[in-house]
Protein backbone atom coordinates (compact mmCIF):
# COMPACT_ATOMS: atom_id res chain seq x y z
CA UNK A 1 0.00 0.00 0.00
CA UNK A 2 1.36 3.49 -0.85
CA UNK A 3 2.02 5.90 1.96
CA UNK A 4 -1.17 7.81 0.53
CA UNK A 5 -3.46 5.27 1.04
CA UNK A 6 -2.19 4.82 4.69
CA UNK A 7 -2.04 8.25 5.46
CA UNK A 8 -6.22 7.68 4.11
CA UNK A 9 -7.10 5.10 6.02
CA UNK A 10 -5.40 6.40 8.94
CA UNK A 11 -7.41 9.27 8.75
CA UNK A 12 -10.92 7.43 8.11
CA UNK A 13 -9.70 5.21 11.43
CA UNK A 14 -9.32 8.33 13.38
CA UNK A 15 -13.00 10.13 11.92
CA UNK A 16 -14.62 6.84 12.70
CA UNK A 17 -13.12 6.33 15.68
CA UNK A 18 -14.86 10.09 16.64
CA UNK A 19 -18.13 9.28 15.91
CA UNK A 20 -20.26 8.79 18.97
CA UNK A 21 -21.48 4.99 18.58
CA UNK A 22 -17.88 4.11 17.90
CA UNK A 23 -16.67 5.79 21.20
CA UNK A 24 -19.17 4.60 23.30
CA UNK A 25 -17.56 0.96 22.36
CA UNK A 26 -14.06 2.15 22.65
CA UNK A 27 -14.85 3.51 25.91
CA UNK A 28 -16.80 0.94 27.08
CA UNK A 29 -14.00 -1.31 28.70
CA UNK A 30 -12.33 1.57 30.25
CA UNK A 31 -15.35 2.73 31.88
CA UNK A 32 -16.45 -0.86 33.00
CA UNK A 33 -12.92 -1.08 34.86
CA UNK A 34 -14.02 2.27 36.66
CA UNK A 35 -17.52 1.28 37.41
CA UNK A 36 -16.15 -2.11 38.86
CA UNK A 37 -13.64 -0.17 41.35
CA UNK A 38 -16.89 2.21 42.44
CA UNK A 39 -19.21 -1.11 42.98
CA UNK A 40 -16.04 -3.11 44.74
CA UNK A 41 -15.90 -0.26 47.30
CA UNK A 42 -19.13 0.33 47.40
CA UNK A 43 -19.83 -3.38 49.16
CA UNK A 44 -23.19 -2.76 50.35
CA UNK A 45 -26.40 -2.63 48.28
CA UNK A 46 -30.16 -3.01 48.42
CA UNK A 47 -32.44 -5.02 46.36
CA UNK A 48 -35.95 -4.74 45.98
CA UNK A 49 -38.38 -7.19 44.44
CA UNK A 50 -41.82 -5.38 44.12
CA UNK A 51 -44.47 -6.40 41.27
CA UNK A 52 -47.94 -7.47 41.05
CA UNK A 53 -46.74 -11.08 43.07
CA UNK A 54 -47.09 -8.52 46.44
CA UNK A 55 -50.97 -8.97 46.06
CA UNK A 56 -51.59 -12.12 46.12
CA UNK A 57 -47.96 -12.33 48.58
CA UNK A 58 -47.65 -15.63 49.08
CA UNK A 59 -51.26 -17.21 49.12
CA UNK A 60 -53.68 -17.98 46.08
CA UNK A 61 -57.48 -18.42 45.94
CA UNK A 62 -56.97 -19.05 49.90
CA UNK A 63 -54.12 -21.57 49.85
CA UNK A 64 -50.73 -20.88 51.19
CA UNK A 65 -47.85 -21.12 48.20
CA UNK A 66 -44.95 -22.47 49.41
CA UNK A 67 -41.83 -20.92 48.40
CA UNK A 68 -40.46 -17.35 46.80
CA UNK A 69 -43.54 -15.10 46.57
CA UNK A 70 -42.48 -13.37 43.41
CA UNK A 71 -42.98 -17.28 41.97
CA UNK A 72 -46.20 -17.43 42.64
CA UNK A 73 -47.57 -17.22 39.40
CA UNK A 74 -45.32 -20.46 37.70
CA UNK A 75 -45.85 -22.53 41.30
CA UNK A 76 -49.53 -22.00 41.38
CA UNK A 77 -49.57 -22.74 37.23
CA UNK A 78 -51.76 -19.38 37.30
CA UNK A 79 -52.97 -18.48 33.27
CA UNK A 80 -51.96 -15.48 32.36
CA UNK A 81 -55.09 -14.31 32.02
CA UNK A 82 -56.03 -14.61 35.73
CA UNK A 83 -52.63 -13.51 36.83
CA UNK A 84 -53.04 -10.17 34.57
CA UNK A 85 -56.12 -9.05 36.57
CA UNK A 86 -53.97 -8.30 39.43
CA UNK A 87 -52.57 -4.92 37.71
CA UNK A 88 -56.17 -3.69 37.99
CA UNK A 89 -56.02 -3.92 41.83
CA UNK A 90 -52.19 -2.52 41.85
CA UNK A 91 -52.17 0.66 43.60
CA UNK A 92 -49.47 1.50 45.89
CA UNK A 93 -51.02 4.36 47.24
CA UNK A 94 -47.91 4.27 50.21
CA UNK A 95 -45.19 4.60 47.69
CA UNK A 96 -42.68 7.08 48.18
CA UNK A 97 -39.83 6.82 46.20
CA UNK A 98 -37.70 9.79 48.59
CA UNK A 99 -38.28 6.93 51.74
CA UNK A 100 -36.88 4.07 50.12
CA UNK A 101 -33.94 5.61 48.72
CA UNK A 102 -33.72 7.76 52.22
CA UNK A 103 -33.90 3.87 53.97
CA UNK A 104 -31.31 2.74 52.29
CA UNK A 105 -28.93 5.35 52.34
CA UNK A 106 -29.65 5.38 56.52
CA UNK A 107 -28.61 1.52 56.24
CA UNK A 108 -25.54 2.25 54.51
CA UNK A 109 -26.62 0.62 50.99
CA UNK A 110 -24.76 2.45 48.30
CA UNK A 111 -26.28 0.88 45.58
CA UNK A 112 -30.27 0.04 44.81
CA UNK A 113 -31.61 -2.82 42.15
CA UNK A 114 -34.97 -2.66 41.73
CA UNK A 115 -36.84 -4.93 39.70
CA UNK A 116 -37.98 -3.17 36.48
CA UNK A 117 -39.74 -6.72 34.94
CA UNK A 118 -39.38 -9.65 36.76
CA UNK A 119 -40.20 -13.49 35.50
CA UNK A 120 -43.62 -12.75 35.50
CA UNK A 121 -43.21 -10.41 32.64
CA UNK A 122 -45.13 -7.13 34.23
CA UNK A 123 -42.83 -4.18 33.74
CA UNK A 124 -42.79 -1.87 37.32
CA UNK A 125 -42.06 1.47 34.82
CA UNK A 126 -43.37 3.10 31.68
CA UNK A 127 -42.91 1.18 29.15
CA UNK A 128 -43.87 2.12 25.56
CA UNK A 129 -42.49 -1.83 24.21
CA UNK A 130 -45.47 -3.46 26.04
CA UNK A 131 -48.62 -2.32 27.53
CA UNK A 132 -48.85 -4.64 30.37
CA UNK A 133 -46.78 -2.34 32.49
CA UNK A 134 -47.57 -0.08 35.85
CA UNK A 135 -48.57 2.54 34.23
CA UNK A 136 -50.81 1.54 31.36
CA UNK A 137 -52.34 -1.27 33.19
CA UNK A 138 -53.19 -0.21 36.78
CA UNK A 139 -55.46 2.37 38.53
CA UNK A 140 -52.38 3.50 39.86
CA UNK A 141 -51.21 5.39 36.47
CA UNK A 142 -48.09 6.40 37.78
CA UNK A 143 -44.16 5.38 36.58
CA UNK A 144 -42.89 4.97 40.08
CA UNK A 145 -38.89 4.53 38.51
CA UNK A 146 -38.54 7.87 37.68
CA UNK A 147 -39.05 9.19 41.65
CA UNK A 148 -36.92 6.33 42.79
CA UNK A 149 -34.01 6.60 40.60
CA UNK A 150 -34.53 10.36 41.20
CA UNK A 151 -34.74 10.17 44.59
CA UNK A 152 -31.42 7.68 44.44
CA UNK A 153 -29.31 10.05 42.60
CA UNK A 154 -30.48 13.40 45.11
CA UNK A 155 -28.89 11.14 47.80
CA UNK A 156 -25.54 9.85 45.88
CA UNK A 157 -26.83 6.41 46.00
CA UNK A 158 -26.11 4.24 43.13
CA UNK A 159 -29.37 3.24 40.91
CA UNK A 160 -30.11 -0.40 38.87
CA UNK A 161 -32.66 -2.60 37.16
CA UNK A 162 -33.37 -6.04 37.87
CA UNK A 163 -34.52 -7.16 34.37
CA UNK A 164 -35.58 -10.79 33.75
CA UNK A 165 -34.22 -11.12 30.37
CA UNK A 166 -34.75 -14.96 29.65
CA UNK A 167 -37.91 -16.17 31.96
CA UNK A 168 -41.20 -14.29 30.67
CA UNK A 169 -44.68 -15.91 32.04
CA UNK A 170 -46.44 -13.57 30.36
CA UNK A 171 -45.31 -13.97 27.25
CA UNK A 172 -45.89 -16.94 24.71
CA UNK A 173 -42.07 -16.70 23.25
CA UNK A 174 -40.48 -16.44 26.55
CA UNK A 175 -39.27 -18.57 28.60
CA UNK A 176 -40.59 -20.91 31.43
CA UNK A 177 -44.70 -20.84 30.92
CA UNK A 178 -45.41 -24.28 29.99
CA UNK A 179 -49.34 -23.89 31.29
CA UNK A 180 -50.43 -21.68 28.93
CA UNK A 181 -47.88 -21.88 26.27
CA UNK A 182 -47.00 -25.41 25.11
CA UNK A 183 -45.46 -24.39 21.82
CA UNK A 184 -42.24 -24.74 21.09
CA UNK A 185 -40.60 -21.17 21.90
CA UNK A 186 -38.79 -18.39 18.86
CA UNK A 187 -36.49 -16.46 21.09
CA UNK A 188 -35.67 -14.29 18.75
CA UNK A 189 -39.00 -12.75 18.61
CA UNK A 190 -39.28 -12.18 22.03
CA UNK A 191 -35.67 -10.79 22.83
CA UNK A 192 -36.43 -8.03 19.37
CA UNK A 193 -40.30 -7.54 20.77
CA UNK A 194 -39.96 -7.07 23.84
CA UNK A 195 -36.42 -7.55 26.05
CA UNK A 196 -34.14 -4.97 23.83
CA UNK A 197 -36.84 -2.22 23.46
CA UNK A 198 -37.54 -2.30 27.17
CA UNK A 199 -34.03 -2.74 28.09
CA UNK A 200 -33.26 0.73 25.78
CA UNK A 201 -36.25 2.67 27.89
CA UNK A 202 -34.73 1.20 30.80
CA UNK A 203 -30.93 2.67 30.12
CA UNK A 204 -32.59 6.27 28.09
CA UNK A 205 -35.52 7.22 30.90
CA UNK A 206 -33.92 7.24 34.29
CA UNK A 207 -30.08 8.57 34.22
CA UNK A 208 -26.90 7.09 34.96
CA UNK A 209 -27.36 3.21 35.71
CA UNK A 210 -25.30 1.71 37.73
CA UNK A 211 -25.97 -1.90 36.25
CA UNK A 212 -28.36 -3.78 34.74
CA UNK A 213 -29.20 -7.42 36.60
CA UNK A 214 -30.08 -9.83 34.61
CA UNK A 215 -31.15 -13.35 35.87
CA UNK A 216 -31.71 -16.94 35.42
CA UNK A 217 -30.31 -16.87 31.46
CA UNK A 218 -31.22 -20.43 29.58
CA UNK A 219 -32.89 -20.02 26.47
CA UNK A 220 -31.16 -16.92 25.12
CA UNK A 221 -27.55 -18.07 22.52
CA UNK A 222 -24.61 -16.50 22.81
CA UNK A 223 -25.09 -14.12 19.84
CA UNK A 224 -28.11 -13.00 21.72
CA UNK A 225 -26.28 -12.49 24.78
CA UNK A 226 -23.66 -10.61 23.27
CA UNK A 227 -26.60 -8.48 21.22
CA UNK A 228 -27.93 -7.58 24.51
CA UNK A 229 -24.30 -6.52 26.01
CA UNK A 230 -23.58 -4.68 23.33
CA UNK A 231 -26.97 -2.69 23.43
CA UNK A 232 -26.72 -1.89 27.24
CA UNK A 233 -22.89 -0.61 26.54
CA UNK A 234 -23.27 1.59 23.37
CA UNK A 235 -26.09 3.53 25.58
CA UNK A 236 -24.06 3.40 28.75
CA UNK A 237 -20.75 2.45 28.45
CA UNK A 238 -20.30 2.77 32.37
CA UNK A 239 -23.47 0.31 33.55
CA UNK A 240 -22.24 -2.89 34.58
CA UNK A 241 -23.45 -6.28 33.71
CA UNK A 242 -23.62 -9.25 36.26
CA UNK A 243 -22.94 -12.92 35.08
CA UNK A 244 -26.23 -13.71 34.89
CA UNK A 245 -26.63 -12.03 31.65
CA UNK A 246 -25.42 -15.82 30.54
CA UNK A 247 -22.68 -16.75 28.27
CA UNK A 248 -20.09 -15.24 30.48
CA UNK A 249 -20.95 -11.70 29.15
CA UNK A 250 -21.42 -10.34 32.41
CA UNK A 251 -18.43 -7.65 34.08
CA UNK A 252 -18.99 -9.63 37.60
CA UNK A 253 -19.79 -12.58 39.13
CA UNK A 254 -22.98 -13.50 41.04
CA UNK A 255 -23.15 -16.06 43.57
CA UNK A 256 -26.18 -18.11 43.73
CA UNK A 257 -28.66 -16.81 45.85
CA UNK A 258 -27.62 -16.48 49.78
CA UNK A 259 -24.81 -18.33 48.67
CA UNK A 260 -21.66 -16.81 50.40
CA UNK A 261 -18.25 -18.84 49.53
CA UNK A 262 -16.98 -20.44 52.20
CA UNK A 263 -13.40 -18.82 51.85
CA UNK A 264 -11.78 -15.99 49.81
CA UNK A 265 -12.92 -15.67 45.99
CA UNK A 266 -10.58 -13.29 43.98
CA UNK A 267 -11.07 -14.82 40.23
CA UNK A 268 -12.93 -11.94 39.50
CA UNK A 269 -15.23 -9.27 41.52
CA UNK A 270 -18.56 -10.60 42.63
CA UNK A 271 -21.89 -10.18 44.65
CA UNK A 272 -24.12 -12.19 46.99
CA UNK A 273 -27.73 -11.65 46.57
CA UNK A 274 -29.65 -12.54 49.48
CA UNK A 275 -32.93 -12.49 51.03
CA UNK A 276 -33.80 -10.33 54.75
CA UNK A 277 -36.49 -13.21 55.46
CA UNK A 278 -37.49 -16.48 52.85
CA UNK A 279 -38.41 -15.15 49.98
CA UNK A 280 -37.88 -12.03 47.41
CA UNK A 281 -41.47 -10.41 47.18
CA UNK A 282 -43.61 -9.69 49.76
CA UNK A 283 -45.38 -12.99 51.48
CA UNK A 284 -47.66 -11.95 54.14
CA UNK A 285 -46.70 -14.81 56.43
CA UNK A 286 -43.03 -14.72 56.21
CA UNK A 287 -42.23 -13.30 59.57
CA UNK A 288 -38.84 -15.09 59.43
CA UNK A 289 -36.65 -12.08 59.75
CA UNK A 290 -33.03 -12.54 59.85
CA UNK A 291 -30.74 -11.41 62.91
CA UNK A 292 -29.00 -8.41 62.69
CA UNK A 293 -26.29 -9.37 64.45
CA UNK A 294 -26.07 -12.31 61.34
CA UNK A 295 -26.52 -9.40 58.63
CA UNK A 296 -23.77 -7.42 60.15
CA UNK A 297 -21.30 -10.31 60.35
CA UNK A 298 -22.37 -12.13 57.29
CA UNK A 299 -21.40 -8.14 55.64
CA UNK A 300 -18.50 -8.19 57.40
CA UNK A 301 -18.01 -12.07 56.14
CA UNK A 302 -18.41 -10.86 52.48
CA UNK A 303 -16.21 -7.98 52.19
CA UNK A 304 -13.55 -10.35 53.86
CA UNK A 305 -13.87 -12.75 50.92
CA UNK A 306 -13.87 -10.18 48.33
CA UNK A 307 -17.57 -9.36 47.98
CA UNK A 308 -20.25 -7.46 47.80
CA UNK A 309 -23.61 -7.93 49.63
CA UNK A 310 -27.08 -6.98 47.76
CA UNK A 311 -29.33 -7.23 50.66
CA UNK A 312 -33.22 -7.46 49.69
CA UNK A 313 -36.37 -6.01 50.85
CA UNK A 314 -39.80 -6.76 49.61
CA UNK A 315 -42.28 -4.12 49.88
CA UNK A 316 -45.92 -4.32 50.31
CA UNK A 317 -48.90 -4.17 47.06
CA UNK A 318 -49.69 -0.80 48.58
CA UNK A 319 -45.78 0.32 48.46
CA UNK A 320 -44.93 -0.14 52.23
CA UNK A 321 -41.76 -1.88 52.99
CA UNK A 322 -42.16 -4.20 56.14
CA UNK A 323 -41.74 -2.53 59.63
CA UNK A 324 -39.90 -5.54 60.35
CA UNK A 325 -37.16 -4.95 57.34
CA UNK A 326 -37.06 -1.47 58.23
CA UNK A 327 -36.02 -1.57 61.83
CA UNK A 328 -32.91 -4.53 60.70
CA UNK A 329 -31.83 -2.32 58.21
CA UNK A 330 -31.61 0.56 60.45
CA UNK A 331 -29.59 -1.24 62.63
CA UNK A 332 -27.05 -2.06 60.14
CA UNK A 333 -26.77 1.44 59.48
CA UNK A 334 -25.98 2.57 62.97
CA UNK A 335 -22.87 -0.08 62.95
CA UNK A 336 -22.13 1.01 59.41
CA UNK A 337 -22.01 4.62 60.96
CA UNK A 338 -19.23 3.81 62.83
CA UNK A 339 -17.39 0.82 61.40
CA UNK A 340 -18.18 1.60 57.83
CA UNK A 341 -14.19 2.23 57.54
CA UNK A 342 -13.63 -1.41 57.94
CA UNK A 343 -15.93 -2.34 55.05
CA UNK A 344 -16.45 0.48 52.67
CA UNK A 345 -13.34 0.77 50.22
CA UNK A 346 -11.12 -2.58 51.88
CA UNK A 347 -9.23 -5.37 50.55
CA UNK A 348 -10.34 -8.47 51.52
CA UNK A 349 -8.41 -10.87 54.18
CA UNK A 350 -4.68 -12.19 53.41
CA UNK A 351 -5.25 -14.94 55.50
CA UNK A 352 -7.65 -18.25 55.23
CA UNK A 353 -10.53 -18.69 58.05
CA UNK A 354 -9.60 -21.56 59.91
CA UNK A 355 -13.47 -20.74 61.82
CA UNK A 356 -15.92 -18.53 62.68
CA UNK A 357 -14.28 -16.18 64.93
CA UNK A 358 -13.41 -13.76 63.13
CA UNK A 359 -13.15 -12.00 59.53
CA UNK A 360 -10.52 -9.81 58.35
CA UNK A 361 -10.39 -6.89 56.35
CA UNK A 362 -7.49 -4.82 55.16
CA UNK A 363 -6.84 -0.87 54.38
CA UNK A 364 -3.29 0.69 53.68
CA UNK A 365 -1.54 0.23 56.76
CA UNK A 366 -4.54 -1.60 58.95
CA UNK A 367 -5.94 -5.12 59.25
CA UNK A 368 -9.02 -4.86 60.74
CA UNK A 369 -10.37 -7.73 62.62
CA UNK A 370 -14.38 -8.16 62.78
CA UNK A 371 -15.03 -10.41 66.03
CA UNK A 372 -18.12 -11.85 64.56
CA UNK A 373 -18.07 -14.61 67.44
CA UNK A 374 -16.75 -12.91 70.90
CA UNK A 375 -13.41 -15.33 71.83
CA UNK A 376 -13.61 -14.16 75.32
CA UNK A 377 -10.86 -12.08 77.23
CA UNK A 378 -8.27 -14.18 75.90
CA UNK A 379 -7.43 -13.66 71.97
CA UNK A 380 -4.89 -15.37 70.27
CA UNK A 381 -4.31 -14.59 66.30
CA UNK A 382 -1.89 -16.21 64.28
CA UNK A 383 0.03 -15.35 61.21
CA UNK A 384 0.97 -12.24 60.72
CA UNK A 385 4.18 -11.26 60.12
CA UNK A 386 4.06 -7.41 60.13
CA UNK A 387 5.49 -5.62 63.09
CA UNK A 388 2.20 -4.09 65.10
CA UNK A 389 2.18 -1.06 65.92
CA UNK A 390 -0.70 -0.49 67.78
CA UNK A 391 -4.17 -2.04 68.20
CA UNK A 392 -7.81 -0.43 69.16
CA UNK A 393 -11.52 -0.93 68.53
CA UNK A 394 -12.93 1.03 66.05
CA UNK A 395 -16.50 1.85 67.99
CA UNK A 396 -14.62 3.66 70.81
CA UNK A 397 -11.23 4.36 70.28
CA UNK A 398 -9.56 2.23 73.08
CA UNK A 399 -6.09 0.92 73.09
CA UNK A 400 -6.22 -3.24 73.19
CA UNK A 401 -2.96 -4.27 74.93
CA UNK A 402 -1.28 -7.03 73.24
CA UNK A 403 1.92 -9.31 72.64
CA UNK A 404 3.45 -9.84 69.40
CA UNK A 405 5.36 -13.19 69.47
CA UNK A 406 6.59 -14.26 66.11
CA UNK A 407 3.63 -14.75 63.99
CA UNK A 408 1.49 -15.18 67.00
CA UNK A 409 -0.51 -11.93 68.42
CA UNK A 410 -2.05 -12.32 72.13
CA UNK A 411 -4.85 -9.57 72.49
CA UNK A 412 -6.38 -9.26 76.16
CA UNK A 413 -10.13 -8.27 75.63
CA UNK A 414 -13.17 -7.54 77.50
CA UNK A 415 -15.03 -10.35 79.05
CA UNK A 416 -17.71 -9.43 77.06
CA UNK A 417 -17.76 -7.56 73.40
CA UNK A 418 -18.09 -3.97 73.43
CA UNK A 419 -20.28 -4.12 70.36
CA UNK A 420 -23.12 -6.19 70.25
CA UNK A 421 -23.13 -7.12 66.67
CA UNK A 422 -19.04 -7.02 65.66
CA UNK A 423 -16.61 -5.25 67.59
CA UNK A 424 -14.08 -4.19 65.12
CA UNK A 425 -10.09 -4.43 66.16
CA UNK A 426 -8.07 -2.39 63.99
CA UNK A 427 -4.47 -3.40 64.09
CA UNK A 428 -2.36 -1.21 62.95
CA UNK A 429 0.93 -2.21 61.09
CA UNK A 430 4.43 -0.87 59.94
CA UNK A 431 3.98 -2.36 56.24
CA UNK A 432 1.83 -0.78 53.96
CA UNK A 433 -0.46 -4.49 53.26
CA UNK A 434 0.06 -6.73 55.71
CA UNK A 435 2.66 -9.97 55.72
CA UNK A 436 1.44 -13.14 56.09
CA UNK A 437 3.32 -15.92 57.32
CA UNK A 438 3.25 -19.03 54.86
CA UNK A 439 0.37 -21.88 56.06
CA UNK A 440 -1.68 -18.65 56.71
CA UNK A 441 -2.11 -17.64 53.55
CA UNK A 442 -6.16 -17.57 52.30
CA UNK A 443 -5.18 -19.95 48.83
CA UNK A 444 -2.96 -22.73 51.11
CA UNK A 445 -6.39 -23.92 52.76
CA UNK A 446 -4.92 -26.57 55.75
CA UNK A 447 -5.72 -30.44 55.38
CA UNK A 448 -8.39 -30.00 57.90
CA UNK A 449 -11.14 -27.43 57.18
CA UNK A 450 -14.16 -26.92 59.12
CA UNK A 451 -17.21 -26.06 57.31
CA UNK A 452 -19.59 -24.26 59.54
CA UNK A 453 -22.86 -24.40 59.41
CA UNK A 454 -23.07 -20.48 60.22
CA UNK A 455 -20.87 -20.03 56.70
CA UNK A 456 -23.95 -22.49 55.14
CA UNK A 457 -27.41 -21.32 52.97
CA UNK A 458 -29.74 -22.23 54.99
CA UNK A 459 -32.24 -23.71 52.19
CA UNK A 460 -35.38 -24.30 52.82
CA UNK A 461 -38.75 -22.05 54.83
CA UNK A 462 -38.13 -24.14 57.67
CA UNK A 463 -34.61 -24.58 58.24
CA UNK A 464 -33.25 -21.87 61.87
CA UNK A 465 -29.99 -21.19 62.76
CA UNK A 466 -28.96 -20.66 66.79
CA UNK A 467 -26.10 -18.28 67.08
CA UNK A 468 -25.56 -19.65 70.90
CA UNK A 469 -24.95 -23.20 69.79
CA UNK A 470 -23.73 -22.21 66.61
CA UNK A 471 -25.91 -24.94 64.97
CA UNK A 472 -28.65 -25.13 62.58
CA UNK A 473 -32.28 -27.38 62.64
CA UNK A 474 -35.70 -28.12 61.66
CA UNK A 475 -34.37 -29.86 58.76
CA UNK A 476 -38.11 -30.48 57.70
CA UNK A 477 -39.21 -31.88 53.94
CA UNK A 478 -42.11 -30.78 51.89
CA UNK A 479 -43.20 -31.67 49.11
CA UNK A 480 -40.09 -30.89 46.12
CA UNK A 481 -38.62 -28.13 48.79
CA UNK A 482 -35.89 -29.47 51.21
CA UNK A 483 -34.87 -28.23 54.15
CA UNK A 484 -30.97 -28.14 53.37
CA UNK A 485 -27.54 -27.04 54.27
CA UNK A 486 -25.32 -26.15 51.14
CA UNK A 487 -21.75 -25.30 51.63
CA UNK A 488 -20.32 -23.57 48.71
CA UNK A 489 -16.82 -23.91 47.52
CA UNK A 490 -16.34 -22.64 43.85
CA UNK A 491 -13.48 -23.88 43.26
CA UNK A 492 -11.79 -23.87 46.13
CA UNK A 493 -11.84 -27.88 47.72
CA UNK A 494 -11.05 -29.81 44.53
CA UNK A 495 -9.92 -33.10 46.18
CA UNK A 496 -10.97 -36.16 48.10
CA UNK A 497 -11.71 -35.65 52.01
CA UNK A 498 -12.85 -38.06 55.15
CA UNK A 499 -15.74 -36.08 56.63
CA UNK A 500 -16.56 -35.62 60.08
CA UNK A 501 -19.93 -33.95 61.60
CA UNK A 502 -20.16 -32.42 64.98
CA UNK A 503 -24.02 -32.33 66.07
CA UNK A 504 -26.21 -32.63 69.23
CA UNK A 505 -29.82 -35.12 69.17
CA UNK A 506 -32.15 -35.78 71.48
CA UNK A 507 -32.01 -39.57 71.86
CA UNK A 508 -36.60 -39.13 71.45
CA UNK A 509 -35.59 -38.06 67.55
CA UNK A 510 -33.08 -40.04 66.45
CA UNK A 511 -33.20 -42.44 63.91
CA UNK A 512 -33.52 -40.71 59.88
CA UNK A 513 -31.23 -41.40 57.80
CA UNK A 514 -28.87 -38.27 56.95
CA UNK A 515 -26.88 -37.34 53.60
CA UNK A 516 -23.81 -35.23 52.82
CA UNK A 517 -23.82 -34.81 49.37
CA UNK A 518 -21.92 -33.05 46.68
CA UNK A 519 -23.46 -31.43 43.93
CA UNK A 520 -22.83 -30.09 40.15
CA UNK A 521 -25.90 -27.89 40.19
CA UNK A 522 -28.80 -26.09 41.89
CA UNK A 523 -30.87 -29.40 41.35
CA UNK A 524 -30.38 -33.11 40.62
CA UNK A 525 -28.44 -36.25 42.56
CA UNK A 526 -25.77 -35.63 44.20
CA UNK A 527 -22.50 -37.36 42.20
CA UNK A 528 -21.16 -38.10 45.78
CA UNK A 529 -23.01 -38.99 48.29
CA UNK A 530 -21.92 -40.15 52.04
CA UNK A 531 -25.02 -41.72 53.95
CA UNK A 532 -25.67 -42.04 58.12
CA UNK A 533 -28.17 -42.62 61.04
CA UNK A 534 -28.75 -39.83 63.22
CA UNK A 535 -27.91 -41.21 66.85
CA UNK A 536 -28.73 -39.53 69.42
CA UNK A 537 -26.45 -38.08 71.45
CA UNK A 538 -28.71 -36.92 75.23
CA UNK A 539 -28.56 -33.67 73.40
CA UNK A 540 -24.62 -32.80 73.82
CA UNK A 541 -22.67 -32.17 70.69
CA UNK A 542 -20.38 -35.15 69.55
CA UNK A 543 -17.81 -35.62 66.48
CA UNK A 544 -18.63 -38.47 64.65
CA UNK A 545 -16.54 -39.65 61.32
CA UNK A 546 -18.19 -40.83 58.54
CA UNK A 547 -17.44 -43.79 56.42
CA UNK A 548 -16.44 -43.37 52.97
CA UNK A 549 -14.53 -40.57 51.09
CA UNK A 550 -16.20 -37.49 50.05
CA UNK A 551 -14.47 -36.09 46.51
CA UNK A 552 -14.59 -32.71 45.33
CA UNK A 553 -14.12 -31.71 42.25
CA UNK A 554 -13.18 -28.29 39.95
CA UNK A 555 -16.89 -27.83 38.95
CA UNK A 556 -18.50 -28.92 41.87
CA UNK A 557 -21.28 -26.57 42.76
CA UNK A 558 -22.13 -27.35 46.45
CA UNK A 559 -21.79 -29.28 49.59
CA UNK A 560 -25.07 -30.43 51.12
CA UNK A 561 -26.03 -31.70 54.59
CA UNK A 562 -29.89 -32.91 54.41
CA UNK A 563 -32.34 -35.55 56.16
CA UNK A 564 -33.62 -37.47 52.24
CA UNK A 565 -36.70 -39.39 53.22
CA UNK A 566 -38.27 -38.31 56.94
CA UNK A 567 -38.49 -35.76 59.24
CA UNK A 568 -38.26 -38.25 62.89
CA UNK A 569 -34.93 -36.35 63.44
CA UNK A 570 -35.38 -32.74 62.06
CA UNK A 571 -34.76 -31.49 65.44
CA UNK A 572 -31.07 -32.55 65.19
CA UNK A 573 -28.79 -29.41 65.64
CA UNK A 574 -25.77 -29.47 62.94
CA UNK A 575 -22.68 -27.44 63.93
CA UNK A 576 -20.56 -28.39 61.42
CA UNK A 577 -18.49 -30.91 58.77
CA UNK A 578 -15.14 -31.50 58.84
CA UNK A 579 -13.11 -32.23 55.82
CA UNK A 580 -9.18 -33.79 56.35
CA UNK A 581 -8.00 -33.87 53.32
CA UNK A 582 -6.70 -37.59 52.27
O1 LIG B 1 -35.91 -16.76 40.08
C1 LIG B 1 -35.27 -15.65 40.63
C2 LIG B 1 -35.83 -15.26 41.98
O2 LIG B 1 -37.17 -15.00 41.87
C3 LIG B 1 -35.09 -14.04 42.49
O3 LIG B 1 -35.29 -12.94 41.63
C4 LIG B 1 -33.63 -14.34 42.58
C5 LIG B 1 -32.77 -13.21 43.07
O4 LIG B 1 -31.44 -13.55 42.97
N1 LIG B 1 -33.11 -14.75 41.28
C6 LIG B 1 -33.79 -15.90 40.69
C7 LIG B 1 -33.36 -17.17 41.22
O5 LIG B 1 -32.00 -17.27 41.36
Redesign the pocket.
Known amino acids: MSFRRLLVAAILITILCALPWASAADNADGQTAQALRRFDENKFGMFI?WGLYAIPAGEWKGTYVRG?G??IMNRARIPVKEYEQLAKQFNPVKFKGAEWAQLAKDAGMRYMVITAK??DGFAMYGSKASSYNVVDATPYGKDPMKELSAACAQRGVGFGFYYSQDQDWHEPNGRGNTWDFPAERKPKVYLENKVLPQVKELLTGYGTLSLIWF??PGMLSEEQVSDLRRTVKTLQPSCLLNSRIGHGKGDYFQTG?NAIPIQLYSKSKWEV?ATLNDT?GYKKNDQNWKDPADLIAKLADIASKGGNYLLNVGPTAEGAIPEAAQRVLQTIGKWLAVNGEAIYGTAPSPFYFPDITWRCTVKPGKVFLHLINWPGPNFRFEGLESKVKRAYFLGNGKEVPFRQEGRALSFTLPETAPDAYNTVLVVEIADRTPRVAPGYVHNTLPARLDLYAWTARLRGEELRYDRKTSSASNFRNAERDRNELWWYPYGALSGEYNVEFTYACDDRIAGSRFQIGVQKGNQGPAHVALQGRVEGTKAAFVTRRLDGTLRIEPGDQHISFGLPDDDKSAGIKVRKITLTRR
Do not use: R, Y
Request: net charge negative; proline share 9%; charged share 25%.
Open positions: HIEWHHDTDPW
